[in-house]
């Protein structure tokens, strides 16, 4: 299941596997990236497990992907072992 942005609500609870995607999308937003569509694969909406869902980004253009490239770069590193 595919949700353009205008489409997710940034009002989900932490508990609902779609509020993964929608805190993926504030913390997006807040660097002014912008993807055209993300999801959950429809099969995960009943899990309670986050380890398990399986969201989907989409596709996205050059200049979004060196946007979560410089985001991702300019970040501190995941302690070994995480991630």
């Given at each position: 299941?595919?949700?353009?942005p205008d489409e997710i609500d940034?009002?989900?609870?932490?508990?609902?596997?779609l509020?993964?995607?929608a805190e993926l999308q504030r913390a997006l937003r807040r660097h002014g990236i912008k993807l055209?569509?993300?999801?959950?694969?429809?099969?995960?909406l009943g899990s309670e497990t986050p380890a398990f869902y399986l969201v989907e980004l989409g596709a996205?253009?050059?200049?979004?992907a060196r946007q979560?490239?410089?985001?991702?770069?300019?970040?501190?590193p995941a302690?070994?072992?995480?991630?």
């Open positions: 299941m595919h949700l353009r940034l009002s989900y609870d932490d508990d609902d596997p509020g993964l995607v055209p569509s993300m999801g959950l694969e429809a099969c995960y996205c253009n050059g200049e979004t979560l490239v410089d985001v991702l770069n300019s970040a501190e302690p070994a072992g995480e991630g």
